[in-house]
């Protein structure tokens, strides 16, 4: 992944916890990187080292760890560095969604060599859509899911988000629907 990731990651961490809980967190981990270039790939082993320190840290499950990084990652990362990239999305929820699958085509102007996940739509009403989450990575269900959250955050749209097929139950793939 990216060190935009993993610098997110920290920057979640200090902002709410404080440094020391963050050096607590690195040296957990395991991971010798002090500082983490944003355009810089790194292995995605140091992310999940990281996610599941911050887990062993804070008290909290790595779900819950992945699925608050997920709201930030909208809320703040995104907005503040890719807020662009996100008006160009839509003006509401669901033309986000919508356009979704879109969305990492423009990301990968930005960083030429990222491995997004793709993301597909079906079942569209008045009041739901289904997304579908193919990723090469395992266990980010959770992180999908508070990006997903902090989506209908940005947008002032309260949802519900149901996960209706996953990878932990033998799937190739997960799809969420997301209903409002």
Known sequence: MYGIVNKSMEELVTGRFG????????ERSGCDIDFF???ESYDDAVTYK???????VL???IGEVLHTFG????LTTCREKYGGLLETGGTTLQEFLLHLPLFHTRVMMVYPGITPPIFKTQHFTDTSIDIEYHSQRQGLQEFM???LSGLGILYQQPIDITLLQSRDAGDS??????SW
């Not at 990281?50 to 887990?55: D, F, I």
């Open 173 to 178: 793939f997960e799809i969420f629907r997301v």
């Open 145 to 147: 899911r508070g990006i």
């Open 19 to 26: 440094q020391s809980t963050w050096a607590t967190i690195l």
């Open 59 to 61: 008290g909290i499950s």
């Open 71 to 74: 709201e930030y990652w909208i």
């Open 37 to 39: 270039l944003s355009n």
């Open 50 to 56: 990281l996610a599941g320190a911050a887990a062993d």
